[in-house]
């Protein structure tokens, strides 16, 4: 071996043996049960709960907060963002969340579950359990009682992210993502009887860039609603029954609201529900609007209003003077949808007489009532019809 072929072979032995990997340190990661929760479903977890959040935002490595199996009852609990210096804190859940049998504990509170100003949460896996029949069973009775809370809620909040979830016989709304910028819902799944109030599956106003996919939502009101100020939101691969159908409204409730636009509602299958793509918007002054939204892909399995827009809201027809919508309505698209109506009128546009609908197309929209052709009315609606439409169009 020559001199030069000695020196090179110490130096590749020497690397060789002197280098060692970067260490690998696991991130941070926070069991409840080292705070204390118990998986028992009887002791109150709440804090051990809000104590792992406490440890998590504490450090600022991409941390997770883990749930083993069990169940967990919590009461209403605040996660916030304020003082969390972590931007990427992972929920990971094995277990089932229980919120308190006793309606009143929590009813009054508004959230059961509330993360507010916090970035980059995940939230994987588990379930929610809301508890909320004993409540439901009040108000269907005419009693006196709580609103009643909504089960997990996300206030101005950011690059949010929810996959894998189940959410059970919420008090009030399933889940609430109010003033949030990129939310991603994905493969989660609501349930409660068809018959549960205001039970929405998922709630989205004053946000942008949420997207909803691979869902499937059973409930006692909206599938999905849209409140004022959504904006840029994506609804994907969605199953909606029973329910109320995806509901863009109610709008117009005030004089002054944000508008509604740049929707897509995608690949969505409507069985038994009482609405399929509903606009619901209060018969009352406002500047509010609607604009620039697609339905496409849709099928509807013996659905009350497959098609409808609702501009005449008023119930109990009080505080709606001249009984006359402001909500602007414009350009809104209907595009391959098909499947059977429970009802003879299947596509339904009734529009504001102070603020017409414009913009409005149908194209290859095949619905049928009882194997009969349905029928179509319209009220104040302008637009076109492209391709096959049944009913024949009244545009």
């Known amino acids: 071996m020559g001199y030069a072929t000695q020196i090179q072979f110490l130096i590749i032995l020497t690397l060789t043996f002197s280098y060692s990997p970067p260490s690998l340190a696991a991130n941070p990661s926070f069991n409840v049960q080292s705070f204390g929760a118990k998986s028992d479903g009887k002791s109150d977890s709440t804090k051990a709960f809000l104590t792992a959040w406490g440890a998590a935002c504490a450090t600022t490595a991409p941390a997770t907060i883990y749930v083993p199996p069990g169940r967990y009852l919590l009461q209403n609990a605040y996660f916030s963002g304020n003082l969390c210096k972590n931007n990427a804190i992972t929920i990971r859940i094995d277990g089932t969340l229980v919120a308190p049998s006793d309606y009143n504990v929590i009813g ?52 949010i992210r929810i996959s894998g979830l189940e959410s059970l016989n919420s008090q009030m709304f399933h889940i609430l993502v109010d003033g949030c910028r990129n939310a991603n819902l994905m493969n989660v ?21 949420v997207t909803i996919m691979n869902s499937g939502v059973a409930t006692g009101d909206d599938c999905v609603s849209i409140g004022p100020g959504a904006t840029d939101l994506w609804i994907e691969n ?24 740049n929707v897509t509602v995608k690949t969505a299958t409507f069985t038994g529900t009482e609405n399929g793509v509903r606009v ?78 414009s913009g409005i197309t149908l194209e290859q929209v095949n619905l049928t009532y009882k194997d009969k052709p349905a029928t179509s009315s319209c009220a104040n609606a302008g637009g076109t019809a492209d391709g096959v439409v049944q009913p024949t169009s009244c545009l």
Request: one cysteine or more; proline letters at 5%; hydrophobic letters at 30%.
């Open 108 to 159: 009054k509170t508004g959230s059961w579950l509330k993360f507010e100003r916090v970035t980059g949460v995940s939230i994987n896996g588990g379930t929610l359990d809301g508890q909320g029949s004993a409540l439901w069973a009040c108000k269907n009775s005419g009693k006196s009682c709580p609103k009643g809370a909504t089960s997990l809620a996300f206030y101005n909040s950011n690059n």
């Open 238 to 261: 969605l199953a909606c029954g029973p329910g109320h159908g995806i509901s863009i409204g109610s709008l117009g409730r005030d004089s002054q609201e944000a508008g509604v636009q």
């Open 280 to 357: 619901k918007t209060w018969a009352r002054p406002s500047n509010g609007f609607v604009r620039d939204i697609l339905f496409q892909h849709v099928v509807m399995n013996n659905v009350q209003n497959p098609i409808i827009i609702d501009q005449n809201y008023c119930p109990n027809h009080e505080n709606c003077p001249n009984q006359a919508s402001g909500v602007k309505i414009t350009d809104v698209k209907y595009e391959d949808i098909h499947g059977t109506s429970a009802s003879q009128v299947a596509v339904n546009f009734e529009c504001s007489k102070s603020q017409p609908c």
């Open 189 to 209: 799944k609501i349930s409660a009887p068809g018959n549960s109030p205001n039970t929405d599956g998922i709630h989205v106003q004053q946000s942008s860039g």
